[in-house]
């Protein structure tokens, strides 16, 4: 996807200035709500009219004030799937789903309908009736909806906001799929950093009303080290989970954890926070941390007044957060090896 | 027939096809004017607004001079009528014309506060997904306000029924051509004896209205049950 944005736009109070060009697949729009995430998710979808500027996808113009270019929402081929799903109350699910698909000529149809009807698994809702969704189901219909559209880009607004926490991140590893599995670019749109991170490689990031930088998600998440209240936080997707002493023992690369949360099957993704890492310089003998990891340190960045130290577990990455006093007492550099100390009880389950 | 008169039986099939005739042609038209009111913001509308409703507050009886004033043969749109060789002035479309009017405020009223309920989104969510603004006015409106649309033309279809004042000043009250229901009763209530006659037309507008309001809704029902089983 090549998207280039340079809009501005007055509503009431509200002001909205974007400028800024992206070119990835994995497109994050972040800030906190009221920032204007919304409105520039109307715009490109052409629900909402700029007062001014240019956006272009992909070469073809959507919008020029000067060349007074306003190509119609219905024409554009940008999918939305809304936060409250916004499924049609007064049609089955499958005359929900068919919605977009039988409205775009046969040959750009790019998604065969049972193909993605069987990755959301949604053939057993077919012939039911909206109302009667769970919040789940409902945003997979919804998802669905858009995607067979065969959308040139979809945008997210939201989309698991309302959504409580289990079922949040169950719906995470479908959209992924559906995205991946028919290869189409995603801009999506919240104000929650762990969403952002599992969701999306870049992000713009919204404040008061203005976008005018693109960063990777990466370095999004390592900026709040230092001011976001939970620190960064380390996504950590373990497998292979087998109960011992009580505990949890997963397979994490090359690498044996030990938790006390209790294995699922199907995906485990834990979160672990860059603080709740302890750096030893060599092995102590015994510690009450069950997981004693020896790793090479990779690489290290400053925020504010502490310090992020990229560590290399057998191939697995793994960011830590120290102070820069603790970083000269350890001869933390390049190349160096240490142990990380991290308890049982640190991990945090994702899904 | 002892209990009907051929002339009663007349009386009730014009009115009938009067109502039905009014509500077929207001339908489409209050659909259209209730959309332009709930969605659309332009100069004037107020204006508009006011016009439309006016016959809802105005003593029919003016509503129906009003009317004889423009569409009469010495009316402003008299000579346009009667080249194109239309009489509305005693005539049965007269009938017609007086309920339309009189009960298009209704109809307007109830399908927009039925569309004013339907969440915009639902638009756009069509619009995203492909649909012309046209496309989705028949497949996310229209259905979303059937059930204001129902209760809205049996409103109006029952006002027909009853419409008195602006019939009989545009139309008159001429036997077997535009004598509906309630002017019928009117004569009979002016002609000695006629008692009896009266009551038993007031009977059939009883049932007639009652049957009005067991079709909406029993339809209103169905329409709810195809949202929400």
């Known amino acids: ?351 | 027939m002892t209990f009907l008169s051929p002339q009663d039986i007349q009386a009730v099939l014009l009115s009938v096809r009067v109502a039905v005739t009014a509500t077929l042609i207001s339908a489409p038209l209050g659909f259209a004017v209730a959309y332009v009111f709930v969605y659309l913001r332009f100069p004037g509308k107020s204006v508009l607004e006011g016009v439309i409703n006016l016959p809802l507050v105005l003593p029919p009886v003016v509503v129906g001079y009003l009317l004889l004033i423009i569409l009469g043969r010495q009316g402003i749109l008299g000579p346009l009528l009667e080249r194109l060789g239309i009489q509305v002035v005693f005539t049965l479309k007269g009938a017609v014309v007086a309920s339309v009017v009189v009960g298009f405020p209704l109809l307007v009223r109830s399908i927009r506060i039925g569309m004013e309920t339907i969440d915009r989104d639902y638009i756009r969510a069509a619009r995203t997904l492909g649909a012309g603004w046209f496309d989705s006015l028949f497949t996310v409106v229209l259905p979303l306000s059937g059930r204001a649309l129902v209760a809205g033309m049996s409103l109006m279809f029952a006002r027909s029924l009853g419409e008195f004042g602006a019939t009989i000043v545009l139309a008159g009250n001429i036997p077997g051509v535009t004598q509906t229901i309630p002017l019928s009763i009117y004569d009979y209530t002016n002609t000695p004896g006629g008692d009896r006659n009266a009551m038993v037309l007031c009977l059939v507008s009883v049932v007639l209205s009652f049957g009005v309001l067991m079709v909406s809704e029993a339809s209103a029902r169905s329409l709810k049950k195809g949202r929400n089983p």
């Open chain 1, 1 to 351: 996807m090549n998207l280039s944005v340079a809009i501005s736009m007055t509503r009431g109070a509200f002001n909205l200035t974007a400028d800024v060009r992206v070119t990835g697949n994995r497109i994050g729009v972040f800030g906190p709500s009221g920032s204007g995430k919304s409105t520039l998710m109307l715009a490109l979808a052409g629900l909402e009219r700029p007062d001014s500027g240019r956006i272009v996808l992909d070469g073809r113009t959507l919008f020029d004030s000067e060349k007074k270019i306003h190509v119609p929402p219905e024409k554009r081929r940008i999918g939305v799937v809304f936060q409250h799903t916004h499924l049609f109350p007064h049609m089955s699910v499958k005359r929900n789903l068919f919605y977009g698909y039988r409205r775009i000529p046969a040959a750009d149809r790019k998604i065969v309908p049972g193909a993605l009807i069987e990755v959301l698994g949604l053939g057993d809702l077919l012939d039911r009736n909206v109302s009667g969704l769970s919040g789940g189901e409902r945003q997979r219909v919804a998802l669905g909806r858009t995607v067979l559209a065969s959308p040139r880009l979809i945008l997210m607004d939201e989309p698991l906001t309302g959504l409580d926490r289990d079922l949040k991140y169950q719906i995470i590893p479908y959209l992924k799929k559906v995205l991946d599995e028919f290869c189409i670019p995603m801009m999506f749109i919240s104000h929650s950093m762990k969403e952002m991170r599992l969701m999306t490689e870049e992000v713009l990031v919204f404040s008061k009303g203005r976008v005018d930088e693109c960063l990777s998600i990466e370095d999004l998440a390592r900026r709040n080290m230092a001011t976001g209240d939970r620190s960064y936080a380390n996504l950590i997707s373990v497998n292979d989970p087998k109960p011992r002493n009580g505990l949890w023992q997963y397979a994490w690369g090359k690498n044996t954890l030990v938790l006390t949360e209790p294995g699922r099957t199907g995906g485990n993704m834990f979160e672990l926070s860059a603080k709740d890492i302890m750096l030893f310089k060599r092995h102590p003998e015994a510690s009450s941390a069950r997981n004693l990891l020896t790793c090479t340190v990779t690489g290290t960045f400053v925020v504010g007044n502490r310090l992020g130290v990229e560590l290399d577990c057998s191939g697995e990455k793994l960011v830590c957060q120290i102070v820069p006093e603790a970083a000269g007492e350890l001869d933390i550099e390049h190349g160096k090896q240490v142990v990380a100390a991290i308890k049982a009880t640190a991990f945090e389950r994702v899904f």
